[in-house]
């Protein structure tokens, strides 16, 4: 039996925890096995990724630095769909936009604040070639974190993890050992009610950049 060929996709997202959550991430898809994943974290570094390679699938952030330049989203769909098969992957994602950015031949929507098996889901969907759109994004969007139930203490991690900081960095920044910030962020996701990092920051890196 011939092997299958190594699915290509590529993660456009400004912050680097979201960019390496979702590297992550796409190595867990049922479909992917290995996989090859490129990063951008700017427009021109989009733009140039498209043109050297054809993807089997590209999450895009709405809000990339450099899209206004480039003509913003009207002008991805133009230059780059259907041939590069795409998901907005935002913190902010209108009805009216998904309904554009579908008649324009997307390949579907996630939410940053999607919990990490709906977006292996929704992934291996639009990796077999579906699309994949909520019935209602707003419906489908997390709230915003109370941050109003964490420590003190764990303000100061949750702040630091938003600014992409390993728990080694955050161990080092606040002077305390590696134990501690661990036990920390275990009881950071306990009072979020999430599993994870990535859902932990979603919903904030969310609001901070859309």
């Known amino acids: 039996m011939p092997d299958l060929p190594m699915p290509r996709f590529l993660v456009a997202d400004d912050h680097p925890l979201?960019?390496?959550?979702?590297?992550?991430l796409l190595q867990r898809v049922p479909l992917a096995g290995a996989c090859r994943v490129e990063l951008a974290d700017n427009a021109d570094v989009l733009w140039q990724a498209c043109e050297r390679?054809?993807?089997d699938l590209?999450?895009?952030?709405?809000?990339?630095?450099?899209?206004?330049?480039?003509?913003?989203?009207?002008?991805?769909?133009?230059t780059w769909l259907p041939h590069q098969p795409t998901a907005l992957f935002s913190g902010h994602v209108t009805e009216r936009i998904q309904r554009e950015f579908r008649l324009a031949g997307g390949r579907g929507v996630l939410h940053k604040t999607h919990g990490a098996p709906l977006l292996l889901g929704a992934i291996q969907i639009m990796l077999a070639g579906s699309p994949y759109f909520p019935e209602r994004v707003e419906a489908t969007a997390g709230e915003s974190p109370d941050v109003s139930v964490l420590s003190g203490r764990q303000r100061e991690i949750y702040d630091l993890l938003l600014r992409g900081l390993s728990n080694k960095a955050i161990a080092k920044e606040l002077g305390l050992t590696l134990g501690?910030?661990?036990?920390?962020?275990?009881?950071?996701?306990?009072?979020?009610?999430?599993?994870n990092r990535f859902e932990a920051l979603a919903n904030g890196l969310s609001e901070k950049s859309g």
Do not use: C, W
């Not at 979201?18 to 992550?24: E, F, G, V, W």
């Not at 590209?58 to 133009?78: E, N, S, T």
């Open 180 to 195: 501690t910030v661990k036990n920390h962020v275990h009881e950071l996701y306990q009072r979020l009610r999430v599993s």
């Open 53 to 55: 390679t054809r993807f």
């Open 18 to 24: 979201i960019r390496d959550s979702m590297q992550a």
């Open 58 to 78: 590209v999450l895009l952030d709405l809000q990339m630095p450099g899209m206004a330049a480039r003509g913003g989203l009207d002008a991805y769909i133009k």
